[in-house]
């Protein structure tokens, strides 16, 4: 319902390189051939990404500010303004008496969103990621950063404690966006997580939600607090949910894991 690449050119370098007259076409060519091979073994280093301004985003998500009717079609969270999708479930989760998060279900898919203050001028998501795959290596588990239509990701294996008291692994994606003086974290699991073709409307979704900073001063990485919508029809949380282990993996604030009581709205 709903619904980035760089180019390096190498032979703009060699009309840099002074190349003498009687070079022949046979050591341009290697010249240009080494200059790839050169490129194609550089891998960029995720160092290079931390602390940089936010990045444009001509496809969301948005501020309140920039959208003329930011409320039409999305539910009201305070703080987050989550698209209405046909047939989901939207969970909010409570951390003390502040509600801190919205995960938005559909069929075996969910992506929980939770906004937090970031600094003016620069972003926080290459750092989140960083202290994210830390934490979960740390605890055995397996991440792969990738670049994807939302931009960079993490993919990853999250060890989780099942029923018979063994050891499995949940897959998940951290996907996630700086925005003015905000961040946006979302974490996709389910079927769209393992299955990137499943993924689309979740990641729409994503792309279409609305950040309410608002104007009081926050510390970087305070959560943004989220209200219960006027008209919800609220139903206690009896579904089962994906088992999540208490977990340190964001750091600070941002824990992608944590989870109190949870409300249910159905629509």
Same mark, same amino acid.
């Given at each position: 319902?709903?619904?980035?690449?760089?180019?390096?050119?190498?032979?703009?370098?060699?009309?840099e390189?002074? %190349?003498?007259a009687d070079? /022949?076409a046979d050591?341009?060519?290697g010249s240009v051939?080494n200059?790839n091979e050169n490129?194609?073994d /550089?891998?960029p280093d995720p @160092?290079?990404?931390?602390?940089?301004p #936010?990045?444009?985003?001509p496809?969301g998500p948005?501020?309140?500010?920039?959208l003329e009717k930011?409320e039409?079609g999305r539910?009201?969270?305070?703080?987050l303004?989550?698209? =209405?999708v046909?047939?989901?479930?939207l969970?909010v &989760?409570? +951390?003390g008496?502040? %509600?801190v @998060?919205? /995960?938005l279900?559909?069929g075996?898919? +969910?992506i929980?969103?939770q906004?937090?203050a970031?600094?003016?001028?620069?972003? %926080?998501?290459?750092e989140?990621?960083e202290e994210i795959?830390?934490? *979960?290596?740390?605890?055995g588990? @397996?991440v &792969?950063?990738?670049?994807g239509?939302?931009?960079w990701h993490?993919?990853a294996q999250v060890?989780?404690p099942l029923p018979n008291?063994?050891?499995?692994?949940?897959?998940v994606?951290?996907?996630g966006c700086d925005?003015p003086r905000w961040f946006?974290r979302?974490? *996709?699991?389910?079927?769209? +997580?393992?299955? #990137?073709d499943m993924? =689309?409307l979740?990641e729409e979704?994503?792309?279409q939600?609305?950040?309410?900073?608002g104007?009081?001063p926050?510390? #970087?990485?305070?959560? %943004?607090?989220?209200k219960?919508?006027?008209?919800?029809q609220?139903v206690a949380?009896?579904?089962?949910? $994906? /088992?999540e282990?208490?977990s #340190?993996?964001a750091g600070?604030? *941002?824990d $992608?894991?944590?989870?109190?009581?949870?409300i249910?709205?159905?629509?």
């Amino acid at each position: 319902m709903f619904r980035r690449r760089k180019s390096e050119d190498a032979v703009e370098q060699l009309a840099e390189d002074a %190349i003498s007259a009687d070079e /022949t076409a046979d050591d341009v060519e290697g010249s240009v051939e080494n200059e790839n091979e050169n490129e194609n073994d /550089t891998e960029p280093d995720p @160092a290079d990404r931390v602390g940089l301004p #936010p990045a444009p985003r001509p496809d969301g998500p948005w501020d309140v500010s920039e959208l003329e009717k930011p409320e039409e079609g999305r539910v009201d969270l305070g703080g987050l303004l989550v698209p =209405g999708v046909e047939g989901m479930e939207l969970r909010v &989760e409570v +951390a003390g008496d502040a %509600i801190v @998060a919205a /995960t938005l279900v559909l069929g075996n898919s +969910a992506i929980q969103l939770q906004a937090f203050a970031a600094p003016k001028s620069e972003g %926080i998501w290459g750092e989140v990621r960083e202290e994210i795959a830390n934490g *979960i290596t740390g605890q055995g588990g @397996a991440v &792969e950063e990738e670049e994807g239509p939302l931009g960079w990701h993490l993919r990853a294996q999250v060890p989780v404690p099942l029923p018979n008291g063994t050891q499995g692994a949940q897959l998940v994606r951290f996907v996630g966006c700086d925005g003015p003086r905000w961040f946006l974290r979302g974490v *996709i699991s389910g079927q769209a +997580a393992v299955q #990137p073709d499943m993924a =689309g409307l979740l990641e729409e979704v994503f792309r279409q939600t609305v950040v309410v900073r608002g104007e009081a001063p926050m510390a #970087p990485r305070d959560p %943004i607090v989220l209200k219960l919508p006027e008209d919800a029809q609220m139903v206690a949380d009896g579904a089962a949910a $994906p /088992t999540e282990p208490d977990s #340190p993996y964001a750091g600070g604030s *941002i824990d $992608p894991y944590s989870r109190g009581p949870e409300i249910t709205e159905v629509h």
